[in-house]
């Protein structure tokens, strides 16, 4: 039951990759910032409270706006593709300019934090692509069966020699 549900789960996504790529991205603007703020002040917990909620939505809304202006989540470029990484990162630059300069005069957070935190969405955004490209690589490679058959194809071209290939149409 449980590897079938998985499987209908899985299958349901594929139909709604785009959405899914904006929803991964999206979560990763939703750890990258409170994480942003952790590490700038210190590792204190202290800081992380309901200020942190405008940039991130913010971040989220410019994710989305920026996604789809740059082609990112209208499946342009093939998932984890080199092509589509330039693009990922620029879009995450992107959002992290319009963030860093929106937030400026803004004093719910430090000035740097949104700097890092595109910095963090980037690698993770990036990661992400990787983690499911070398997946599907490695599900979708061929298994030993095809070399065997060719190998035996081979043979068989070798032991006819070249005349019967040739009169073979």
Known sequence: GSAADVNRVLAAARRRLPLV?????????VVSIPLAVWLRYDY???????????????????????GLATGLYRRV???GSFDEVRVVAL???????VLTVGLWQWNGIPRSVPVLATGLSLLGQ???????????????????????????????????GPQEKCHRR
């Open 21 to 29: 790529h904006f929803g991964v991205d999206s979560l990763l603007w």
């Open 126 to 160: 990036i990661t992400a692509r990787s983690m499911w490209r070398l997946r599907n690589e490695h599900r979708n490679r061929p298994s030993g069966e095809h070399l065997q058959r060719l190998n035996v194809e081979a043979e068989l071209v070798a032991l006819r």
């Open 44 to 66: 204190r917990f202290s800081q992380l409270d309901g200020d942190l909620i405008p940039p991130i939505l913010f971040a989220v809304v410019l994710q989305g706006c920026f």
């Open 91 to 97: 879009t995450a630059a992107s959002v992290g300019v």
């Open 77 to 79: 470029w093939r998932y």
